[in-house]
């Protein structure tokens, strides 16, 4: 008789162990590609128990520990902070780290996110979306000097830009944003939300550069305002305000 896999005898024996422990049974189905494998992508799908404030990135770790080692996915953090797990959660991209089994439970379809070459799995090469970000130079700058203290300002100077500090490059708002997907040239909503958080720095001397390279056919005014990138976002950036917030520096502030 065949030994049985060691993965499904440790999750047998998981699963046997918390009966009755109040936990949750849930479907992950998951969107698989692996080019050494075969062309195309294909569909995995496995059912597992988990506790139901347990996040979904918990759930994948499952998977992937005791069910199927060659599973591959990006995390770091696992705390909603490093951004390295944007995923295409039933339909909408968020973190799997902040989705919580019991809000997605019985059944939850997970894909890599939209409009980037993928690698395998739910890893997408993300290249593109840092190419982009590197344009608008999302770096102090300044040709004064090393100042004698630090560079002061006042709260409503900080106010200007407070939003988008809070960007984790996680790519949600990028790639949510059907242009984007049409456009691999298009900067992107990120890149455009970094901008803003230095070309309204009273400290920065590099605006005008930075609205230069907005103002070029792939820059703001590609975005067409569908909302989809404020509603991706993990952090709460008002992204599409941002973005306007450019458009109108552009045609009123700095030309």
Known sequence: MAAEPLGDVLASSEERRVEGSG????TVRVRRYNPEVREDSWWDEWEISMEP????????HYVKWYRDGTLALRRSCAHGICGSD???INGRNALACKILVKDVAPKVTVEPIRGLR???DLIVDMDTFFDGYKKVLPYLINDEGEPDRERLQSPEERAKFDDTTKCILCAACTTSCPIFWGDGDYIGPAAIVNAHRFINDSRDHGARERLKILSERTGVFRCKTTFNCTEACPRGIKVTQAIQEVKRSILFDRF
Do not use: E, F, G
């Open 23 to 26: 936990k949750v049974s849930i």
């Open 53 to 60: 404030n347990d996040r979904l990135l918990d759930a994948l």
């Open 86 to 88: 944007a995923m295409l």
């Open 118 to 120: 993928v690698l395998k």
